[in-house]
C-alpha cells in the first residue's frame, strides 16, 4: 500500500477526477491508505459435536427453518456449523444412511427442539480457542473493493456470475475476513500542541469491528455512512513509528437493514442463499475510500451549498441575462477539538466573494455566509437537449489554511401539481403550502419540461469491480439515448461521485430516492440512520443534476401507520438539510397536505403530512413479466398478452393546463446479447431452457429454486415475449447451440423494443408529462428490464464498458424520447408531439413500404409549425396500409432545414406475421478510423429487410441500429469507441441479425 498525502491547499485538485472517491473532510492534511491490503481468515476452532438422535430443533413460528450446506456424514454435519450457527441438523434420506444437513442460527432454534425420527441435531461446543489461531487462507484485498471480487483475483473462487457460482457461498460467508494494512503516525503530528489524527472510513458494507494495534476505536454497521473515529490516543509512537488497523468483517453484527436492499438478489440481481435479520447478503468489504486526518485547530466537514432563485416565480422560459438571479447560501459544516474564532470566505468562480468573522464551535458545529449570482454574471443550467449545462465552482475557506470547494449550476425547479399557467392561481398559491392534484410536472427555469429517461439501478453487486469510467459511460449512454431523466432507485446505493458529476454535465435530470426499500431495509428513526441521511444529503445538494428528493421506493406514505414514518422523519430530515430543491413522499405519491410551498413543492419547514387519498397523478406500471418455464421470477407456464400492434390513439387535449400524469416506472424483462449473456454459461447450457428440465421452483413473486439449470436463476425467462412477437415452435425452447441461442436472445430483445415502444407512443398521445422506465442497466447478464447491458469490463468477459445497448436504447435515441416525432394508430390517426421546450416548425412523411418489391410510396407529407412544448400535439389522419402483413409504415420528422429529429417504423402486425422476403444483408467495416475515432460501417441489403441489427465484442456502440431497409438500400453507420476499442476485434467479431434471418 503507496500512503499518498495531500495538504489541505492542494486537497481538492488532487481528488478531482477520480470519480470513486467522495470529497474528502478538510483538515491541515488528508493521507489515504487505499490500495492493497492484507486480507486474511484465520481458522475457527473446530466444533465438538454433541450428538442429540430424533430430534430437531424449531424457530418460534412452524417447524422448517435453517438452509441446506454440502455435508457427507453427520460428523461433516457438526463441523459446518461455523460462523452464527448454533445447531446443525442431520436429515436421514435414505437407507444408506446418508441424508442432507442444515445449520440453523439462534433465530432459527428460538422455538426449542422437538422429537422427529430420522433427524440428529448436532449442538456445536466450541473447543477453547488457541492463543493464535492459524492462517486459513491469506490474499491480497484491495482498498476500495470488496470481498468477492478480491477472492476472485487471487483464484480462491471463479467468476461469482458463472453458472451457478454465486449460490455457493461457503468460502466467503463461513469465514470471519479481516482486512489489515500498517501505517506510520505522522511525524508531524504536534499532540502537545492540541493536533488531532482521525480515521475516517467513507464506506464499510456490512458489519465491522475496527482496531489498531489491537485496542478497539469503533465499529460500524451502515454502508452508506462516513464513520469518523479518533486515533491519536492508540498510535504506537509519535515519531513515526509503525501502526496495524484492523477491520474484521463480522456477520453476527446487527446492522439494522442498512446496506444495499437489491444485494443478494431482486427480480434482475442474481439471488444468494446467504442473509442477516431476515435479509439477503451477498458480498462485503471496504467499498469506500479511508484516510487519515490531521486536524490542528478546525476541519470543514461539509460544504452545502443551497441555490436560490430570487426572481417571481416564472411560468415562460427563463433567458440569460434577464432574470431575477440566485442567492447561494453555503452552509459549512465543521469539527474543532475546542471553539474557535475565524475568517470564513465564501468565493464564487463567476467573481462574487464575501468575508464573514465566526466563531467555530467546539466538536461538531456550522457557520453559513451567502453569496449573490445576478443574471449578467452567470448562464443557465438546462436539461439535456435544452440547452447548455454551464458549472460553477463554490469554495468556502477557513482562515488560510482549511477549504472546501463545491460545484453547482443555476436553474430554478419546480415540481407542479396544479394550473400554474393561470395567473390567478399562481396568485392564490404564492403562501400557500400542499401539493395539488390536476397533475405532477417538472419546469425548469420557467419552461414546462417532458422528463423522459429510466430508472438506474447499481451497475454492480460486488462493489470492488466498480470503475468510474464505466458509471461515466452509462450517463453518456442516456443522453446519446435522448434521456433527460434518470431515477435513483430506493433499493439501490447512493452512486459514486463520478456518476452525478457527469450528470451535472450532460444535463441528466435525478429523480433520487432514499436508500429504503422493503424486505428488511425499512427505517428506524434513530441516531446512524439520521446520520446516514444527513450525510449523505449534505454530500450530494450541490449537484444541480439533482432535482428532487423523495422518501422511498413503492411505500406509500399514510400518516399514523408504520410508512409515516418516511413523512416524520426520513424526508423531515432531508428538508432540513436541504431546502433548495422539491421533496416527494415516496415513488410513487400522492404529494403533500403540508410541509411544502404549493407552487413549487420545496420545503417550508412546517410538519410534513400526506393526504389519505387524492387523483393519482403518479404511476408505476404495468410490468411485462417473462414467463414460461420454472424460474426464481416470472410465471413457469406461459402467459400470453396483447402485442399492442398497431396502437390505439384517441384524439384529446394535450398540455399543462390540464389533467395529466406522471409515470415513474413501467417496464418488460428481456435477456441481453449473446455476447453478454453466453461468457457466463457453459456451452452446454446456450440455450434459454439451458438444453436441461427447469428447477424446481416455488414461491410468489421471488421463487426458491432448487437444481442444477444455471437459466432458472436467470430471473426472469422470455418465452412468452418471444412468442408473442415472433411466434415458436414445440420443443425450440429446449434446444441448445450458438445459433438457436442467439436467435431466441435476439428475438427476445426485439420484442421487449417493441412493446416498450407501443406503450410509450400511446402514452404520448395522452397527456403525460414523466416517462420513466423500468428499468435503464443491467446488474449481471440475466433476463433483467434494462436497455443497456451489463457495464463492468476486466472480470466477467463478453462486456462493454458502461454497457452494450439493446435494441430498445435504439428505438429511444431514434423516436421514442425524440422532442418531435409522429406516429400512427390502427384506425389511421396519427399525432405529431412537440415535447421541446422550443418551437417546431418542419415537414412530417408517413410513407408505406412493401415487403415483396422494396417500393415506397407516400401516404402523408405534412408542414407542421407547433408552438413551444412540453405537451404541444397535432392529430392527423393517414390513409391506411393495405395489408400489414405485406407493408409497414415509415414516419420521418424534419425541420425546415432538412435535419432529421426522429425516424421509425410503424409496424401493423407482429414480426412473426410479416411476410418477407429472404434478403441478403451484408456488413463493411471500415479499415480506419475517421478523424473524431469513429468508424465507418455500411450495410448493404438486396432485399427489403426488418430491424436489421448490429452487435459486435468490440469497446463501444453504434449510432444507429434496429433499421428497416429498403431493398437495394445501403446506409452508412458509424461505430463509436469506447476506452479499450480494438479495431481488428470490431472487423471481426461484427454481425447482423434481422427479422427474416431466422425464419
Avoid at 438478489?265 to 479511508?290: E, H, L, N, Q, R
Avoid at 445538494?541 to 408504520?562: F, K, L, Q, Y
Avoid at 424520447?817 to 421541446?836: E, I, L, P, Q, S
Avoid at 407482429?910 to 456488413?923: D, G, I, S, W
Wanted: glycine share 10%; with cysteine.
Amino acid at each position: 500500500m503507496a500512503l499518498v498525502t495531500i495538504l489541505a491547499s492542494a486537497l481538492i485538485a488532487s481528488v478531482a477526477g477520480q470519480g470513486l472517491v467522495d470529497p474528502p473532510i478538510a483538515g491541515d492534511s488528508v493521507t489515504y491508505l487505499d490500495g492493497t491490503w492484507k486480507l486474511y481468515a484465520a481458522e475457527e476452532p473446530k466444533s465438538v459435536c454433541k450428538f442429540v438422535n430424533n430430534t430437531d430443533y424449531k424457530p418460534k413460528d412452524g417447524t422448517n427453518s435453517g438452509h441446506e450446506v454440502p455435508a457427507a456424514t453427520p460428523a461433516d454435519c457438526c463441523q459446518a456449523c461455523t460462523g452464527d450457527c448454533v445447531v446443525a441438523v442431520w436429515l436421514i434420506e435414505e437407507a444408506d444412511g446418508s441424508g442432507a444437513c442444515w445449520v440453523k442460527n439462534s433465530d432459527d432454534i428460538a422455538g426449542g427442539s422437538y422429537e422427529h425420527d430420522g433427524r440428529t441435531a448436532c449442538v456445536r461446543v466450541s473447543a477453547p480457542p488457541s492463543p493464535a489461531p492459524p492462517t486459513k487462507y491469506s490474499i491480497e484485498g484491495k482498498v476500495p473493493g470488496d470481498l468477492l471480487t478480491d477472492l476472485q483475483m487471487a483464484g480462491l473462487i471463479g467468476d461469482p456470475l458463472y453458472e451457478d457460482n454465486f449460490l455457493n457461498a461457503t468460502i466467503w460467508d463461513d469465514n470471519e475476513w479481516t482486512y489489515s494494512t500498517t501505517f506510520p503516525t505522522p511525524k508531524d503530528l504536534d499532540v502537545a500542541a492540541g493536533e488531532e489524527l482521525f480515521l475516517i472510513f467513507d464506506g464499510v458494507k456490512m458489519g465491522a469491528r475496527m482496531a489498531i494495534n489491537g485496542a478497539a476505536i469503533g465499529n460500524s454497521t451502515d454502508q452508506f455512512l462516513r464513520y469518523k473515529f479518533p486515533i491519536t490516543e492508540f498510535l504506537n509512537s509519535m515519531d513515526g513509528g509503525d501502526n496495524t488497523l484492523t477491520v474484521v468483517l463480522d456477520k453476527s453484527m446487527d446492522c439494522g437493514g442498512r446496506w444495499m436492499a437489491c444485494t443478494g438478489g431482486w427480480d434482475w440481481a442474481p439471488y444468494s442463499t446467504t442473509s442477516s435479520g431476515g435479509a439477503a447478503t451477498f458480498s462485503k468489504g471496504i467499498w469506500k475510500s479511508v484516510y487519515l486526518l490531521k486536524v490542528s485547530t478546525a476541519a470543514i466537514t461539509g460544504v452545502v451549498p443551497q441555490v436560490m432563485y430570487n426572481g417571481p416565480y416564472p411560468t415562460t422560459k427563463l433567458e440569460d441575462g434577464a432574470h431575477g438571479g440566485f442567492t447561494v447560501g453555503v452552509r459549512v459544516h465543521t469539527y474543532a477539538a475546542a471553539q474557535t474564532s475565524a475568517t470564513l470566505t465564501l468565493t464564487g468562480s463567476w467573481g462574487a466573494s464575501a468575508k464573514a468573522q465566526v466563531s467555530v464551535p467546539a466538536g461538531e458545529g456550522v457557520v453559513t455566509a451567502n453569496i449573490a449570482a445576478s443574471a449578467s454574471d452567470i448562464k443557465l443550467w438546462w436539461p439535456a437537449g435544452q440547452g447548455a449545462q454551464p458549472l460553477y465552482n463554490v469554495t468556502a475557506a477557513l482562515g488560510d489554511s482549511v477549504a472546501a470547494t463545491r460545484r453547482i449550476g443555476f436553474r430554478m425547479f419546480a415540481l407542479v401539481t396544479g394550473n400554474d399557467t393561470d395567473p390567478a392561481y399562481v396568485k392564490a398559491k404564492a403562501d400557500a403550502q400542499g401539493t395539488d392534484s390536476l397533475g405532477m410536472l417538472w419546469r425548469v427555469n420557467g419552461a414546462v419540461v417532458w422528463s423522459k429517461g429510466a430508472n438506474m439501478i447499481p451497475m454492480e453487486e460486488m462493489e470492488g469491480r466498480m470503475a468510474a469510467n464505466a458509471h461515466a459511460q452509462l450517463v453518456k449512454n442516456a443522453v446519446d439515448g435522448s434521456m433527460n431523466t434518470l431515477r435513483v432507485w430506493g433499493g439501490g446505493m447512493f452512486l459514486p461521485e463520478v456518476w452525478y458529476d457527469t450528470c451535472d454535465e450532460l444535463g441528466i435530470m435525478v429523480y433520487h430516492d432514499m436508500q429504503y426499500a422493503q424486505q428488511g431495509h425499512s427505517p428506524n428513526n434513530n441516531p446512524i440512520q439520521d446520520a446516514e441521511l444527513r450525510h449523505n444529503i449534505r454530500r450530494l445538494s450541490h449537484h444541480p443534476a439533482i432535482v428532487m428528493w423523495d422518501g422511498c421506493n413503492e411505500c406509500r406514505v399514510i400518516m399514523n401507520t408504520p410508512t409515516g414514518i418516511y413523512a416524520t422523519f426520513v424526508m423531515t430530515v432531508v428538508s432540513q438539510e436541504d431546502a433548495s430543491r422539491p421533496v416527494w413522499p415516496s415513488c410513487p405519491a400522492l404529494g403533500w397536505s403540508t410541509g411544502v410551498h404549493a407552487l413549487t413543492s420545496m420545503p417550508n419547514g412546517k410538519n410534513l403530512t400526506t393526504p389519505q387519498s387524492s387523483r393519482t397523478i403518479e404511476t408505476h406500471g404495468p410490468y411485462q413479466h417473462g414467463s414460461g418455464f420454472p424460474s426464481v421470477n416470472g410465471g413457469n407456464t406461459l402467459e400470453s398478452f396483447d402485442a399492442n400492434i398497431p396502437i390505439n390513439i384517441k384524439s384529446g387535449q394535450t398540455g399543462p393546463q390540464y389533467e395529466n400524469v406522471f409515470a415513474s416506472e413501467f417496464g418488460s424483462s428481456v435477456y441481453s446479447s449473446f455476447e453478454s449473456m453466453s461468457t457466463t454459461l457453459d456451452k452446454a447450457h446456450w440455450g434459454v431452457h439451458a438444453g436441461m428440465p427447469g428447477d424446481t421452483c416455488k414461491g410468489s413473486f421471488t421463487q426458491k429454486c432448487v437444481g442444477p439449470n444455471p437459466m432458472s436463476q436467470r430471473n426472469y425467462v422470455c418465452d412468452n415475449i418471444i412468442d408473442v412477437y415472433f411466434g415458436s415452435e414445440a420443443g425450440d425452447f429446449d434446444k441448445v447451440g450458438e445459433d438457436i441461442f442467439k436467435r431466441h436472445l435476439w428475438q427476445c430483445m426485439v420484442g421487449q423494443a417493441l412493446l416498450i415502444k407501443q406503450n410509450i407512443e400511446t402514452r404520448r398521445s395522452q397527456n403525460e408529462f414523466g416517462c420513466i422506465v423500468w428499468q435503464f442497466n443491467e446488474i449481471w447478464p440475466t433476463g433483467g428490464w434494462g436497455s443497456i447491458e451489463y457495464g463492468t469490463v476486466g472480470y466477467t468477459k463478453g462486456q462493454v464498458l458502461g454497457g452494450r445497448w439493446k435494441p430498445l436504447q435504439f428505438m429511444y435515441k431514434q423516436s421514442i424520447f425524440a422532442d418531435v416525432m409522429a406516429t400512427c394508430g390502427g384506425d389511421g390517426t396519427c399525432y405529431v408531439k412537440n415535447d421541446a421546450i422550443t418551437p417546431f416548425v418542419g415537414t412530417v412523411q408517413i410513407e408505406a413500404l412493401n415487403f415483396a418489391s422494396g417500393a415506397k410510396r407516400t401516404l402523408v407529407s405534412k408542414q407542421v409549425s407547433l408552438a413551444a412544448g412540453a405537451g404541444v400535439t397535432e392529430f392527423f389522419t393517414t390513409p391506411l396500409l393495405s395489408n400489414g402483413t405485406k407493408e409497414i409504415m415509415l414516419s420521418t420528422v424534419t425541420t425546415s432545414a432538412g435535419a432529421v429529429l426522429s425516424h421509425h417504423a410503424i409496424p401493423f402486425v407482429a414480426p412473426k406475421h410479416m411476410e418477407l422476403p429472404k434478403a441478403n444483408v451484408r456488413v463493411t467495416v471500415a479499415s480506419t478510423s475517421n478523424a473524431d475515432g469513429t468508424v465507418d460501417v455500411t450495410l448493404e441489403t438486396d432485399k427489403v429487410a426488418v430491424y436489421v441489427t448490429l452487435t459486435t465484442q468490440a469497446q463501444g456502440n453504434f449510432n444507429d441500429n434496429v433499421l428497416v431497409l429498403a431493398a437495394e438500400e445501403t446506409r452508412k453507420l458509424q461505430f463509436v469507441p469506447v476506452e479499450g476499442f480494438v479495431h481488428s476485434e470490431l472487423t471481426a467479431t461484427t454481425r447482423v441479425e434481422h427479422v427474416a434471418s431466422y425464419m
